[in-house]
C-alpha cells in the first residue's frame, strides 16, 4: 500500500495545481473561484456530466483512463456544439483517501487529455464520502456569439451524419467485461486493441468544429446509444427519421464481431460510449460538410434523413423496415 | 410511497426545465449545452461544490433546505468575490429513484434560493448510482473586468472584518442532532429557530458587494470555520494574524450558549456552515467599508489585524495568547 494523500491541500498543491498551470485565472487553486475574461464577441458554452465507478467506468480501469473519459465525455459535448474548449472544473469525490500512486496516474491521464482537447483545469472541490468514486466535470468553451450548435434545431429533409465509426464503445466495454470474446469475434489484436481503446480513451471529435459551425443546422454527441440519441434530437426537434441499415459505418473489428453473432447489430445501434458527433446538415450544405469533413481528417457517412412523421424508422440491411425504439444507456433509469 | 421518477427525461421536464425559465441561454434544457452571451467589460467568476448526504447535510433535512444549502454555499463563493450571481449548473446523483414529492419539494427550496440569489438554473447532469444523494453545483458569477477579489491578498496591516455572526451556523448542527441542548442553553423558542435556520438556509452576503469591490484587499467566505479559512487566507498571502477574543460577533443564542458551555468557545471558532465573509481591509479603506456595509444592511465587525508573522494568534477573552490551530471543519480529511 503507497503513500495515502489525507489532506486537502497536500492534493491541490502537490496534484492539482499543476494541471491549472496554463491558466492565470486559476490563480493556483489558491482561491475558492476562478476568473475567467471573455474574449469579445464569443459566446460561452458550459456542459456538465459525471462519471461514477461502477456506473461509467470500471472499478478495473486504469486510473488514466478514468480521468481522460471523465474530461473527454465532457469535451464532445462541447465539440458537437462547434465549441472550442477553454476550461474545466472539477469535483472528485474519494471513498477513501487516495493513494499517491493513483492521484500520479490520474493527474497524467488527465494532463493528457487536456494537452489533446486543448482545455485547462480552473478549478474544483474534493471531498470524500462513502459510495462510488466519481468525477463531476463542468467544461467550458466557446463559439462565435449566436452561432452554438443546437440539438434542437433539425429539419425535416435535413439528411443525418454521424462522425467516425457506430459501437465501438459498446464493443468495447464487452471485451473489457469478456476477454473470451475476443477470439469469439475472430478480432486480431489490433482490432481488439482498437475496441478497448475506443471504450477507455474516447477522442472528442473536436476537428469537426468548422463542418458543424458552418454547415449543420443541428448536433450531438452520441454518448448513450444512437437510437436513444437520435430519439432526443427528433423529439426535442419536433421531427421524425429514417436510418439505412446498409450505410451504419463499422469498424472492421465491429463487421467481424456481426458477422459472428447477429444479435450485435442492436448493441451497436443502442451501445452507448461512442463520442461520434450526430448532425443534421441540409441538402444545400451537404457537399461542404463533407469537404470541411474530410479537410479535417474526420469521416463522416450520412445514415438517413429527418423526417416530419414523427417516429424512428430503422431499414435493416435485409429489408424490413422496423420501429426503432430509444433503447439507448440510460445512466438514470434502472439497470 | 409516492410516486417514484424514473426517467431521466421526465425529471427534466417536469421539475429542473422550470427552474432553468428565466435563462434563454439555457434552451429550456433541451440541449446537452447551455449558451452564456458574456457582457462586455466584465469577467465571469467560477465556483464548484458539492454537498452530500451524511457529510454536509443529515438525512433527516428537508428537501427545501438541502436545496437551498447547495446553491447557497456556491453562491457564498461568489458573494465572497464581490461577484454578482449570473447562472449555475447542477449535477445531482441520486441513490433511487426520487419521489415525485421529494423532488417538489427539493425544486421548490431551489426556486426560492433562485430567487433570493437572483440566479438561474442554466444546465446539468442527473444519475443513479450507490451511495449518499449528492448535489454538485457549477456557479458562475460577474465581476467588472479585473476587479474579482482575491484571497490570496491580503496585507499585512489590513483589519480582519467578518459579517454578521459567529458560530450559529455550528451550534445550530448541533442543536438539528441534540434537541436537549435547547433547554441546556437556557435558549428562547426564537433563538433555537435562529440557530437552527443559520445551519439550514445560509445566506450569502450578497449585498457586501460594493463594500467588497471597492474596499477589500482580499475576502473569502467562512464555510470550513473561522481558524481553518482564516489559516488558508494567512498562508495564501503569506501574513499572519491576530484575532481579539473579545470581538467575537456573537448572536444572543451563541451567547447564551456559551455562558452555559465555556468548551463552546472552541467549537465557535472553529465550527463550519457560516457563510459569512471574511475580508482584508487596509487601514485606509476601513471608514469606506463600515459606511458601505452599513447602507447594505449588514454588520461588519473588526476581529484584529493581518500580521507579518505567519502565525494565528488568539487573545482569548480573559487575555490568554495563544496559537489558533486551523482546526476547521475539513470535508476531505478523516473524521
Known sequence: VGTRIDSEEAL???????????????????????????????????TVDAVAEGVHFLSSDAPEDIAWKALAVNVSDLAAKGARPIVYLMSISFPAAPEADWMLRFTDGLRAAQQAFGIVLAGGDTDRRPGPLSVTITAIGSVPAGRMVQRTTARAGDLIFLSGTLGDGALGLELARDDTLHANWGLTESEGRHLLHRYRRPEP??????????????????????AKDLGSMC?????????????????????????????????????????????????????????????????????????????????????TIMALESGGWDHFGPR
Do not use: N, W
Open 235 to 319: 423529439r426535442a426537434s419536433g421531427v421524425g427519421a429514417r436510418i439505412d441499415g446498409t450505410r451504419l459505418p463499422l469498424h472492421s473489428a465491429a463487421r467481424k464481431a456481426l458477422a459472428a453473432d447477429a444479435g450485435i447489430l442492436g448493441r451497436l445501434i443502442s451501445g452507448g460510449d461512442d463520442y461520434e458527433i450526430l448532425a443534421a446538415v441540409p441538402a444545400s450544405r451537404i457537399a461542404d460538410f463533407r469537404a470541411c469533413a474530410v479537410a479535417a481528417g474526420i469521416t463522416v457517412t450520412d445514415l438517413g434523413v429527418f423526417d416530419t412523421e414523427p417516429v424512428l424508422q430503422f431499414r435493416a440491411p435485409e429489408g
Open 12 to 46: 491541490i498543491a502537490r496534484f492539482l495545481a499543476p494541471l491549472a498551470e496554463g491558466f492565470a485565472g486559476g490563480l493556483g487553486l489558491r482561491d475558492d473561484c476562478a476568473v475567467l475574461s471573455p474574449v469579445a464577441g464569443e459566446d460561452l458554452v458550459l
Open 205 to 226: 471529435r473536436l476537428r469537426l468544429r468548422e463542418a458543424l459551425l458552418s454547415c449543420a443546422s443541428a448536433a450531438m454527441d452520441v454518448s448513450d446509444g444512437l
